[in-house]
């Protein structure tokens, strides 16, 4: 026999209860989001997509949305958020620092921001528009990536300088530098209806102008970097390891 109480045994069953509908309607929203993501990149640029048709795309009615949504400026902005999650997080990966060298992590994250951009103009134009989920009004989803991978970046360069014993202040401004470089120049090349670069092209000389700053950067403080060297060798060699 059980010896839980009556008492217990009902908040258990209450909490199970709003686990399980907070895991539906954190389902419904994800449903949500994904049906306003797939319109969007079929709809022409800039066009306006109704509520009624996330709804109709997502399965579900159309109050529903504005259960989950407490209005169609939260939609917008949690729409946003998903989008710079999504590249946020192929970003993060890209940016893993203990496989390649600072040569093929550069290149292979501008890659990914300009097949991201290229691909899906429409959801970049989108998350230009407006802020973000809990991002002030001032500051657009693509702004806060930036400032987002601009700090990430930061946090490997003085994880890096503190293993080899560099104060790395003075490089501080150099990620939101590469970032803005990087994502404002694909931004001119996406918005171009003829460029004259090809997206292998463009992802290459970004590539090699942001290893140019870095390496000016590097070099003010003291160190050189082989670009083509396995960057955790390079480390473990600025830090005096066997």
């Known amino acids: 026999m059980s010896v839980a109480s009556p008492r217990s045994r009902t908040q258990g069953a209450v ?6 509908w907070e895991q539906h309607n954190t389902e419904r929203q994800r449903a949500i989001l994904r049906a306003a993501v797939e319109l969007l990149e079929e709809k022409p640029l800039g066009a306006d997509i109704p509520v009624v048709q996330i709804a109709k795309r997502a399965g579900v009615a159309k109050s529903v949305v504005y ?3 407490s209005g169609r400026e939260d939609l917008d902005r949690r729409i946003r958020s998903y989008l710079i999650d999504d590249l946020g997080a192929v970003l993060d990966a890209q940016l893993d620092v203990s496989a390649g060298s600072v040569r093929e992590i550069i290149t292979r994250t501008v890659r990914a921001v300009a097949d991201w951009m290229g691909d899906h103009p429409n959801l970049t134009a989108f998350a230009r528009s407006g802020p973000p989920a809990g991002g002030p ?4 989803a693509i702004s806060s ?3 987002r991978i601009s700090e990430r970046s930061r946090e490997l360069i003085d994880a890096i300088g503190r293993i080899v014993g560099v104060d790395s202040a003075a490089l501080e401004p150099v990620p939101f530098a590469v970032v803005t470089m990087v994502e404002g120049v694909l931004a001119a090349w996406v918005a171009d209806p003829r460029p004259n670069r090809t997206r292998a092209e463009m992802v290459a000389d970004l590539a090699d102008y942001a290893w140019y700053v870095l390496d ?7 160190i050189a970097v082989d670009p083509d060297r396995e960057l955790s060798e390079v480390v473990a060699g600025l830090a005096g390891d066997p």
């Open 145 to 147: 990536l930036k400032t």
């Open 137 to 140: 009004e001032t500051v657009d």
């Open 216 to 222: 000016g950067a590097a070099r003010a403080v003291g």
């Open 67 to 69: 259960r989950q949504f």
């Open 15 to 20: 909490n199970g209860y709003e686990a399980r």
